[in-house]
């Protein structure tokens, strides 16, 4: 079971409130995926391309002014040889629970759950918890007047067993996936041999007004290792981010930009990031040019171009609709 671990907030006032003036109802992806058939006349093997448009991977239940639940949708291949067929299902729900109007809890399913605490007016801390209670992942959160100014984050490994897979998928939500294999084998080496009980990460946030600016991000491996990175959000449009003062821990989604934290007011247009590792000499460098299509100052459509090391990825193309 992979954790899912979503806080959102719409209120001058007070937070663990997300009441946005529209409204998603669901949210869909072109699922773009290939791979190498052998050519008869060639004499070599031929990269094919498949593209299987706007599959659902997100539907929003509200009730009333309150998020009722998120349902998550996935796919795969089933079948065999050149016979594979493609399958969507539901990986699992989130159901929000709230006290007061503000939201104090999230059931995540198979008895994994997230709580809420606050400090007044602002989010204190997230604690996640596994089906026996263990508690998996804390995060503490810092402010600067009332801007979130730092998110650290602490992973538990305690006396249980932990998914290498949720592991992977948790440390991709905030760095670029390549390194990730890395950093769960380094995690697994200083568990084994030197008995180390958490990995910590931080987060630094900066604004231009109420845009994300810039994110400092630092990754402790539990040892002297390090991974540092800097995020910059280059250019922004001026339409409404429909996810704005939503706040979203996602590990079922490997974002690649730290942008799963902390959302901005308008819709970022390109973003770079660049990452040093302490044991490799050469940076990682990333960046993302995103195009929108617009309903009612709103997106309905975004095209993202990600390069890795200017090495350039498929298009990915994401919709949303709202109720």
């Not at 040892?223 to 339409?239: E, P, Q």
Request: glycine content about 4%.
């Amino acid at each position: 079971m992979l954790l899912t671990f979503c806080v959102s907030f719409y209120s001058c006032e007070k937070e663990g409130v997300f009441n946005p003036k529209q409204k998603i109802s669901k949210v869909f992806t072109d699922v773009v995926t290939f791979n190498y058939e052998w050519d008869e006349e060639t004499g070599e093997y031929i990269r094919k391309e498949f593209v299987y448009p706007k599959q659902l991977i997100q539907a929003w239940t509200w009730n009333d002014k309150k998020l009722d639940k998120i349902d998550f949708w996935g796919f795969y291949f089933s079948g065999w040889d050149d016979e594979w067929v493609f399958e969507t299902e539901l990986v699992k729900t989130d159901h929000y629970v709230y006290e007061n109007d503000r939201l104090a809890k999230i059931d995540h399913g198979d008895g994994y759950f997230s709580i809420i605490s606050y400090d007044g007016s602002k989010y204190k801390r997230l604690e996640s918890y596994d089906d026996e209670n263990n508690l998996l992942v804390y995060m503490d959160f810092i402010y600067d007047k009332n801007k979130i100014s730092r998110i650290m984050i602490e992973e538990m490994w305690g006396g249980f067993i932990i998914d290498k897979n949720a592991e992977l998928k948790l440390l991709a939500t905030f760095i670029p996936k390549e390194f990730a294999s890395k950093m769960v084998k380094k995690n697994e080496k200083n568990r084994n041999t030197k008995g180390i009980n958490s990995v910590i990460y931080v987060f630094d946030y900066t604004y231009n007004g109420d845009n994300i600016k810039e994110i400092g991000v630092e990754m402790n491996y539990g040892t002297d290792d390090k991974m540092t990175g800097t995020i910059n959000y280059v250019a922004y449009d001026n339409k409404n981010n429909p996810f704005y003062r939503k706040l979203e821990f996602d590990i079922d989604t490997e974002f690649e930009f730290g942008i799963a934290a902390v959302t901005s007011k308008n819709n970022p247009l390109e973003i770079h990031a660049i990452y040093f590792e302490d044991d490799d000499p050469e940076p990682y460098e990333l960046s993302m040019l995103s195009k929108y299509s617009y309903s009612k100052n709103y997106p309905v459509e975004v095209e993202q171009i990600m390069t890795f090391n200017s090495l350039q990825s498929p298009t990915n193309k994401i919709y949303y609709e709202y109720k």
